[in-house]
Nanobody, 120 residues
């Protein structure tokens, strides 16, 4: 399984970014949970948003109403649309996957290399 993120960058406060994660080697027809973690400098890893094979979603309280997770099964791509970005959203964002939400949340088995988001 390979997860390759893209779309990070620098943005002004209040701006928007869309992250993408191309997933290969993982059969979307099976049960899965994919989503985004982030790690800011000096802080613990945080689960940001996840989406399951049934389309159910979950978000961290810190991003509810500002971030939207979605997936395009035909393109094997996961997205994270981020609006109203704040300095505290600055972090390395990682795409991650596992077979269930619980496994994903506790520590997914598959990770991308990360993409940096900087808000200033």
């Amino acid at each position: 399984v390979q997860l390759v993120e893209s779309g990070g960058g620098s943005v002004q406060i209040g701006g928007s970014l869309r992250l993408s994660c191309l997933v290969s080697g993982y059969t979307y027809s099976s049960n899965y949970c994919v989503g985004w973690f982030r790690r800011a400098s000096g802080k613990e890893r945080e689960g940001v948003a996840a989406i399951g094979s049934d389309g159910s979603t979950a978000y961290a309280d810190s991003v509810k109403g500002r971030f939207t997770i979605s997936k395009d099964n035909a393109k094997n791509t996961l997205y994270l649309q981020m609006h109203s970005l704040k300095p505290e959203d600055t972090a390395m964002y990682y795409c991650a996957a596992d077979s269930t939400f619980v496994r994903w949340y506790r520590g997914p088995g598959y990770w991308g290399q990360g993409t940096q988001v900087t808000v200033s």
